[in-house]
């Protein structure tokens, strides 16, 4: 050792300068002592594990994923569930928005079978990027359903249908913009009663139904077939329950319209013979109630008996709805059947009187009764006697 060098003790060396005692060959090697922990406190037991929150496994999110005619179908179980028993006034609201999605869905699913293309509002701008990326717009259920009967050439829906659609069809564009409950159609305020929303539910389901069955389920693999059996099923049920509800209440109210049937007339909203007009137009069936009997007026002739106003006019026919000479209203009809069976030539919508014949007012030209060879209506005799 070099002079003035300092030896430091040996690192391990006991207190007393002697050499430590070499462990014994089998011997295990003592654990390390972490730095942080005294001699003391690794003798000690060791701290129990941290108490956590238990793991849980990570939810997958679910897939929207609904083909063409199971999305339909399911619409339609969802209206016949919400027409059930006695449906509220949300009952009625979903009731008419997915029965209204569901014929959007299903006519669109046939005649994308005919092709695709056929699905664009203008087919002419179809292309098949805009049309796998679902990014057009797409035609409306009239105009699909038009494009089945017309290029498809399907013997399907009728008059009735198409009016049965149009009219959900505006009930749901009033839910969308200002609500169902009184809406206005032109001048008048219109309210939607239960009954009526059920009658034209159960036309609608009644065509769909047969549609699913001869125009969609064929094209269907048979895997898909049990899932929309079972589907079907059920719907099939729930309209079995709308109809005997519809029949019960028909049985109801057959007493109380027996001794007015001579004076009933067709509602153009349910098609049931239960419409009566006495100032105030109501239909004891499917409750719809109007004071503009001239609106009801046009609607018979449009919807009961089926003249196109448009044909008509152009043809240069007579007036479809005319001046009552009664009320002084623009609210009679010609050729109106009652619910016996009686046919009168004329029908006021506002008054409820009905006419055998009229005469031609000798100054307008207005219907007008006659009396003594000579027939004024009421605005050209009140303006005759206001000159003297």
């Known amino acids: 050792?070099?002079?003035?060098?300092?030896?430091?003790?040996?690192e391990d060396a006991s207190e007393d300068g002697s050499a430590p005692e070499a462990p014994a060959a089998d011997a295990e090697p003592a654990a390390p002592i972490p730095a942080q922990q005294t001699r003391g406190e690794a003798d000690a037991e060791p701290p129990a594990a941290p108490v956590g929150k238990p793991t849980r496994a990570v939810r997958q999110p679910a897939k929207v994923i609904f083909g063409p005619v199971e999305n339909g179908v399911?619409?339609?179980?969802?209206?016949?569930h919400h027409l059930?028993?006695?449906?509220?006034?949300?009952?009625?609201?979903?009731?008419?928005?997915?029965?209204?999605?569901?014929?959007?869905?299903?006519?669109?699913?046939?005649?994308?079978?005919e092709h695709w293309s056929l699905i664009f509002e203008k087919p002419q701008t179809a292309t098949r990027e805009t049309f796998d990326n679902a990014d057009f717009k797409s035609c409306g259920s009239i105009e699909a359903l038009e494009r089945l009967q017309n290029i498809a050439g399907l013997d399907i829906g009728n008059q009735q249908t198409k009016r049965d659609l149009n009219i959900l069809i505006q009930w749901r564009n009033a839910l969308q913009h200002y609500g169902l409950k009184t809406y206005k159609e032109g001048k008048a305020a219109k309210t939607v009663y239960a009954p009526a929303v059920e009658k034209v539910a159960a036309n609608?389901?009644?065509?769909?139904?047969?549609?699913v069955r001869d125009e969609l389920r064929p094209e269907l693999k048979r895997e898909e077939l049990q899932a929309l059996d079972d589907e079907l099923r059920n719907v099939y049920t729930g309209l079995a329950d709308i109809k005997k509800y519809l029949d019960n209440r028909m049985s109801r109210l057959r007493a109380e319209l027996e001794p007015l049937r001579d004076q009933t007339v067709q509602c153009p909203l349910c098609k049931v013979y239960a419409l009566l007009c006495n100032g105030l137009v109501e239909c004891r069936f499917c409750e719809a109630v109007s004071e503009w009997g001239v609106v009801v007026a046009q609607e018979y002739v449009l919807h009961v008996q089926e003249i196109d106003w448009y044909s008509h006019s152009k043809d240069g026919g007579n007036e479809l709805v005319d001046w009552c000479?009664?009320?002084?209203t623009d609210s009679l009809v010609a050729d109106v059947v009652f619910a016996t069976g009686r046919r009168t030539?004329?029908?006021?919508?506002?008054?409820?009187?009905?006419?055998?014949?009229?005469?031609?007012?000798d100054v307008c030209g207005r219907p007008a009764q006659e009396a003594d060879g000579m027939a004024a209506c009421g605005w050209c005799l009140d303006a005759k006697l206001e000159r003297f």
């Open 1 to 10: 050792m070099a002079d003035g060098a300092h030896e430091e003790p040996a």
């Open 74 to 80: 399911d619409y339609l179980c969802s209206v016949t």
């Open 84 to 113: 059930a028993g006695a449906p509220t006034p949300r009952d009625l609201k979903y009731a008419i928005l997915h029965l209204v999605a569901a014929t959007e869905v299903l006519l669109k699913a046939r005649l994308q079978l």
């Open 204 to 211: 609608l389901l009644d065509f769909l139904l047969n549609f």
């Open 325 to 328: 000479p009664e009320c002084n």
């Open 345 to 361: 030539s004329y029908f006021c919508f506002t008054c409820g009187c009905d006419f055998d014949s009229l005469a031609s007012c």
